[in-house]
């Protein structure tokens, strides 16, 4: 047992000076320790994208039609993955407490701009702007908090980092389902400017986390070409990444949004988020699972997901074989809580809710396996959310022009099962039961080298 925690210990040093450092006492020390934090970037995405999820969540942002909704939504992802790109640059240079401030004020507009349709019913081109201007935001706001959020926890801790951030950001789903929106995501705001700064920041086990900044813009870019020339396997991760909101789509306007009335929808949304708080701690602990070596939970990780993709989606198909668009239009009569039939289909909705927390749960862990390196976790989450908002705009403009339910469903599904074949030999190729030593400054210094060649 010492061994295996003297291993653990040697993988997660950087070298530098001052590897260690003698830890605070009293209120200073709680606030700095990893785990608050941690539950500060939970707070501040509980506010912000925890509530936007939550208006999602109701099927078409509440309101009868989908289409303005899903314009939105399809002008938010494209702005979202071409900012999400480059934002690993952007929070390597600006640092990643200011990058989580600038990036959470999108959200406050965006939940504005649905209140001023309900008062403006014209105001549709507003929100569809509010969505685009989210998008840039979203792309920051996400960045910021995955290389946070991966570059706190020692290795043996990761998995249950990140069930407690999505824990407490999959409240914000729960509280917005059954409450207001606006107040709550204004004071998300507010929050990154109560966390510390992650250069001040010591792990659980001694080492200190450094957030690295780049002197300039320009190495911020190369240090992107120079994550994928390193480690070009994270290309297998790719489809995993495009394919983890796309099934929102379906989940959110076809299934909820189409089937059930209002009151049933507001029901269902609070369910599903709920599920997520469950499904986020039951992987985060099967994949830190002690006892078992780090490379068999990983795979014990992929046949939990695979298993569940299938249930989920058999379930789902007797279902959605039996209405399209032209059954159910906007108007029609649609099914309330006290319908027979109702049960079965809120309690798929429940496991749409764990499928979607446990796949987003192991793709961040998938991440944090790779490395130790807070640069380059920004770079990899910043690949991450910008594929994964691709995804999402494609599938939400496909809702807007109304396609076919049954084609946005099969879509999802044979998504969802390319993400995991591909990701099976990157486990199998990449994933050690410890990751190597590196120089938490590589990717920083590796960038400048080639900027001044």
């Known amino acids: 047992m010492s061994n295996e925690k003297e291993t653990e210990l040697t993988v997660n040093v950087e070298i530098s000076e001052d590897v260690f450092s003698e830890r605070r006492e009293g209120l200073k020390e709680m606030y700095y320790r990893p785990l608050t934090q941690v539950s500060l970037l939970g707070f501040v995405c509980f506010m912000c994208p925890g509530l936007f999820n939550a208006l999602n969540g109701l099927g078409a942002g509440g309101q009868g039609d989908s289409t303005i909704s899903a314009n939105a939504n399809a002008a938010h992802y494209a702005t979202f993955a071409f900012a999400a790109f480059f934002a690993g640059s952007v929070n390597n240079v600006l640092g990643s407490k200011l990058t989580l401030l600038i990036g959470s004020t999108g959200y406050a507009l965006y939940i504005g701009s649905f209140l001023a349709i309900n008062i403006h019913p014209n105001a549709g081109g507003f929100v569809v702007a509010s969505g685009a201007i989210l998008g840039i935001c979203a792309g920051l706001l996400w960045t910021a908090q995955g290389s946070l959020m991966l570059a706190y926890p020692t290795e043996s801790q990761k998995g249950r980092y990140i069930g407690v951030f999505w824990t407490i ?39 200190k986390v450094t957030s690295p900044r780049h002197a300039s813009w320009k190495a911020g870019v190369v240090g992107l070409w120079l994550t994928l020339r390193d480690d070009p ?37 609070l369910v599903y988020w709920m599920a997520q708080i469950v499904g986020s701690l039951l992987m985060g602990a099967l994949l830190d699972g002690h006892g078992l070596r780090r490379r068999v939970r990983a795979f014990l990780g992929w046949g ?41 289909r809120i309690w798929l909705y429940i496991f749409c809710g764990v499928l979607d927390a446990m796949w987003q749960t192991s793709a961040y862990w998938m991440m944090g396996a790779l490395s130790n390196d807070p640069a380059k976790l920004a770079y990899v ?13 494609g599938v939400w403009r496909a809702d807007g022009v109304k396609r076919p339910f049954m084609e946005i469903f099969i879509s999802t599904w044979v998504l969802l099962v390319v993400g ?10 990449r994933v050690t039961d410890y990751t190597k030593k590196e120089t938490l400054t590589r990717t920083n210094k590796d960038s400048e080298d080639a900027v001044r060649a």
């Open 169 to 207: 950001f999959n409240l914000g789903g729960v509280v917005g389902a059954s409450i207001g929106f606006l107040v709550l995501t204004l004071i998300g705001v507010l929050i990154p400017l109560l966390m510390a700064n992650p250069d001040n920041m010591i792990r659980t086990d001694g080492t």
């Open 233 to 269: 396997m994270i290309l297998l991760l790719f489809p995993m990444f495009f394919a983890s909101n796309w099934f929102y789509t379906w989940q959110f306007n076809e299934y909820n949004g189409t089937v059930f009335n209002i009151r049933a929808r507001s029901l269902n949304n």
């Open 304 to 344: 939990t997901l695979f298993a569940l993709v299938f249930v989920v989606h058999i379930w789902a198909y007797f279902y959605q074989r039996n209405y399209t668009r032209q059954s159910l239009p906007p108007d029609a009569v649609k099914m309330d809580i006290h319908d027979h039939g109702f049960a079965s």
């Open 381 to 393: 989450t910043g690949f991450y959310k910008s594929l994964q908002s691709a995804g999402a705009a």
């Open 420 to 429: 995991l074949m591909l990701l099976l030999p990157m486990i199998y190729l």
